[in-house]
């Protein structure tokens, strides 16, 4: 992930772009962010495990990350295009 200035700008309007439970989750993990902001390595692994035991989220974020594999494909060069399909 490359480093640099955050947008507030392109975050807010992704955000407000979500549907209201999948907002309702960013301001959750904003929370457990903001909660740790010492970044304690430990506490950020155990609340995303605790996320995860969640089957029910877990299989909607699988449903969702699926059904948007191929969004920014066409920027990609075709030679690395292929490993992802």
Known sequence: ?????VNERVILERLRGLP????KEVED?????????????RAMETAYREMA???AREREALLWSEAH???GLEEMPGEKRENWR
């Open 1 to 5: 992930m490359t480093q640099g200035k």
């Open 20 to 23: 209201e439970n999948k907002a």
């Open 29 to 41: 993990l904003i929370g457990l962010m903001w909660a740790h902001r010492e970044w304690d390595t």
């Open 53 to 55: 035991a969640d089957g």
């Open 69 to 71: 594999v191929d969004d």
